[in-house]
């Protein structure tokens, strides 16, 4: 993949990295004059990674650079949804916008990506609890076996299994296996 770096007129450094070069020279004019719609309270210079993915070869590229932890929001125009996988990868929530979408809804877009506060995109901390479940799923314990371990029935057992979801950005237990094994260092 190769890169290229922009820096917005609020000070946003927008980092690109892409394997279309007509695609991102698309995205780099529309990003040249954009004005994001930054919060006035919080100053601190943002960091923005882009990854244009027009082939589904660069799975192991996309993945190194989202293990890079210092930015602040994350932008994948890829040709299919499916990539969604990287939900689970990422220790930032990624926004995903397909290939074919206008370039009118793709200016929207990336002028609101800093609108949330960085609160609402951080994960968040585990209670206990969650911990040991986490340890059960690693372990490949089905939420009924969760359950019967911890004593604890089975509604509050898949309520607990939301709240974690919900606390670290993911969508399944697949995702959430793989974002704890990358959180933990064990991959």
């Known amino acids: 993949m190769r890169t290229t770096s922009i820096t917005s007129a609020e000070g946003v450094l927008i980092t690109i990295k892409y394997d279309d070069f007509i695609v991102s020279e698309g995205i780099h004019c529309l990003l040249q004059d954009m004005i994001f719609n930054v919060n006035a ?37 890829c040709s299919d949804l499916k990539e969604r996988i990287f939900c689970g990868l990422n220790v930032r929530p990624i926004t995903f916008i397909k290939l074919t979408t206008k370039l009118v809804e793709v200016y929207e877009i990336l002028h609101k990506i800093f609108a949330a506060n960085t609160e609402q995109c951080s994960i968040k901390p585990l209670t206990l609890v ?8 690693m372990e490949k314990y089905s939420a009924t076996m969760i359950s019967d371990e911890l004593h604890i029935n089975h509604k509050t057992a898949y309520s607990h299994l939301k709240n974690m979801s919900n606390k670290l950005l993911v969508r399944d237990n697949a995702e959430l296996n793989i974002k704890m094994i990358l959180i933990n260092g064990a991959a």
Not at 45 to 57: E, V
Not at 62 to 71: E, G, K, M, T
Not at 130 to 137: H, P, V
């Open 130 to 137: 969650e911990k040991k479940i986490l340890q059960l799923i």
């Open 41 to 77: 309270a919080n100053k601190k210079d943002h960091k923005l990674l882009i990854i244009i993915n027009t082939s589904n070869s660069i799975y192991q590229s996309a993945y190194h650079y989202l293990q890079d932890s210092h930015y602040d929001r994350v932008v994948m125009l």
